[in-house]
């Protein structure tokens, strides 16, 4: 294998794969980016057997064939040679690497070892714009499990059916659901889809793109963004039927500016979070909502006007779990539902039905 390429693009390409290389593994073959020279065009594919990433780039190939490179210590030499043209030229189990007047080489391995994927995933499909991708990832992965105890609460559930696709995501403690219209569906979908794989694909959608296509065909997905293709594993298994988790009425509902809520949970949590428990203490009345924090290093009492339909409540929250549900939310005014101090509270937009966040009050002696 023999191609010239711009530092800038093969530097973009590396930084995109590298994303899929294991970190974890036996099999050095995982912790590679293979790299296949033909037809003009040079293809870098990753994989570390869940999720796989290909991009394509321009280049000069004077002698087509494929190579895999350690994905880490290729990606960080790469990195730093964005402003050259560079020659990849491959001798042996050696890359060498030239730019300018200089040449380094790579230890590699054979392009033979990588295992075979399949890249043609189409039998059902939705699409719907990107930004709307990229705000439904946002609000809903953060609440996805990071143990191993249940695997598909690692993931979230995705639903495309009548027009809305619906993401669900809970670890235990807190829920998230975010819904938005789709533009079009080969038919109903139901996976669960790796939170891991929603979040790169969250990183990789720019501003320039329009809508996207997500595949899905028995236990894998794909979607293509520009000329980048990230395929997936999915989950198989039950994911939890949260109907039953969502209380069907509340007895008390707080309507209150998001931003004024988000900057008083903020201040109040620099303290919460010097204490194990990390809680804030949410003493809702007539007008106002009083938010506490109390612990060894200090105190905080602030207060924020709401409007409140029903009883009074006072209920104690992980300050961690209402903030990233705060930070997740874009709407200017939230609803937020109780049922007294021991059961969910539930954070809604004030109108409409586009998310739903549940977060499990803390119990404390008082």
Do not use: H, W
């Amino acid at each position: 294998m023999k191609i010239i390429c711009e530092g800038i693009e093969l530097s973009d390409a590396v930084m995109k794969t590298v994303k899929a290389c294991s970190t974890k593994t036996t099999n050095p073959i995982l912790e590679c980016i293979k790299l296949s020279a033909e037809n003009d065009v040079l293809t870098l594919l990753a994989t570390d057997g869940e999720i796989a990433i290909e991009r394509k780039i321009k280049a000069e190939v004077l002698e087509e064939g494929a190579v895999c490179v350690p994905g880490k210590y290729f990606s960080d030499f790469i990195k730093k040679l964005e402003n050259a043209q560079i020659c990849l030229g491959c001798e042996g189990d050696k890359l060498n690497i030239k730019y300018g007047d200089s040449e380094s080489s790579i230890q590699v391995l054979a392009a033979e070892d990588f295992p075979a994927l399949d890249m043609n995933i189409d039998e059902s499909r939705f699409s719907l714009p990107a930004k709307e991708l990229k705000d439904l990832i946002a609000k809903t992965t953060f609440c996805c499990a990071q143990d191993d105890s249940r695997p598909v609460l690692k993931g979230c559930l995705i639903e495309a059916k009548e027009g809305i696709v619906t993401f669900t995501a809970l670890d235990g403690y807190r829920m998230a659901i975010a819904r938005k219209n789709i533009t079009s569906t080969s038919g109903d979908i139901k996976i669960i889809c790796p939170a891991r794989t929603l979040n790169e694909i969250g990183r990789m959608i720019s501003a320039e793109e329009e809508e996207l296509q997500i595949y899905v065909q028995k236990n894998m997905m794909l979607v293509r963004i520009e000329d980048t293709v990230l395929t997936s594993r999915l989950y198989e298994g039950e994911f939890i039927n949260v109907s039953n988790i969502i209380p069907k009425s509340f007895a008390s509902e707080a309507v209150i500016g998001k931003d004024l809520l988000k900057e008083s949970v903020d201040r109040a949590s620099v303290l919460a979070r010097t204490d194990k428990n990390s809680i804030l203490t949410f003493d809702v009345k007539e007008s106002s909502m009083a938010i506490t924090s109390n612990t060894a290093i200090g105190r905080v009492d602030e207060s924020v006007p709401v409007l409140l339909e029903g009883k009074d409540v006072t209920i104690a929250l992980n300050s961690k779990y209402i903030g990233d549900c705060l930070s997740a939310v874009t709407d200017e005014t939230v609803r937020i539902c109780f049922n007294g101090a021991v059961s969910p509270c539930v954070v809604v937009p004030a109108e409409g039905e586009s998310f739903l966040y549940l977060i499990l009050p803390v119990r404390t002696s008082a």
